[in-house]
């Protein structure tokens, strides 16, 4: 089967680092996205990886481990409005169909 | 601008109706994406189409229809069939061609009761 894990909850204090891990199991690979989502919004885009390593843009950075299927996505110097649902998704197949885990509730306490 | 629009942003019906929900794009991607997510899960596809007068089902397609008529536009029936049909639904689109990144609209929580 296909399945994409994220932790449900996390917290973090203003001004520190965290890191939200991702873990998948797909029939086939073409990339793994990061959405950030805050309530009752869209999701919006933060970071495509489809090589392994590390992708960094600004205070987010994005790793993928194609071998562990394993992905992460870190958030640097924390502020109040990065209180979201953080979401993982591999687009696997055709048609870039993506494929979503849960999502993790992020807060950011101050 | 350009963007996905979707509307309207809550919806209210009684159980037994059918609903169409909207979706229009103008940034002329030839792929469009309807996602259903509930709380505390992920979103899940509903349907899909590469191209106009073409789609496939996703994963939990029973009780939802599609049309494809034109590339700017990708509406939504919610039919009687489905049970559970609360829920907020999200429509993409993507450049096949590009990074395949998906761009949301801004949703359209239904309620049916």
């Known amino acids: 089967g296909q399945n994409i894990d994220q932790p449900t909850e996390m917290t973090a204090t203003e001004g520190a680092i965290v890191q939200i891990n991702c873990t998948y199991q797909t029939s086939g690979f073409n990339g793994l996205f990061w959405y950030q989502q805050h309530a009752g919004e869209a999701p919006t885009f933060l970071s495509y990886?489809?090589?392994?390593g590390l992708e960094e843009k600004g205070r987010f950075s994005s790793f993928l481990s194609r071998s562990k299927g394993y992905s992460y996505l870190l958030l640097k110097e924390l502020q109040m409005k990065d209180s979201a649902s953080y979401l993982c998704a591999v687009s696997s197949g055709g048609y870039n169909k993506l494929i979503f885990g849960a999502g993790t509730r992020l807060a950011v306490h101050p | 601008d350009g963007g996905i629009t979707q509307s309207p942003k809550y919806l209210f019906r009684k159980e037994g109706q059918n609903v169409t929900l909207s979706c229009e794009q103008n940034l002329n991607h030839d792929a469009m994406y309807w996602y259903r997510q509930d709380p505390g899960q992920g979103l899940r596809l509903i349907y899909y189409s590469q191209i106009v007068n073409d789609f496939q089902k996703g994963d939990i397609a029973e009780g939802y229809s599609v049309s494809r008529e034109k590339k700017e536009s990708f509406p939504l029936t919610v039919t009687s069939a489905q049970k559970n049909p609360t829920a907020f639904y999200l429509c993409?689109?993507?450049?096949?061609?590009?990074?395949?990144?998906?761009?949301f609209g801004p949703g359209t929580r239904l309620t049916v009761t």
């Open positions: 990886n489809v090589l392994d």
């Open positions: 993409a689109s993507s450049d096949l061609a590009g990074s395949y990144e998906q761009y």
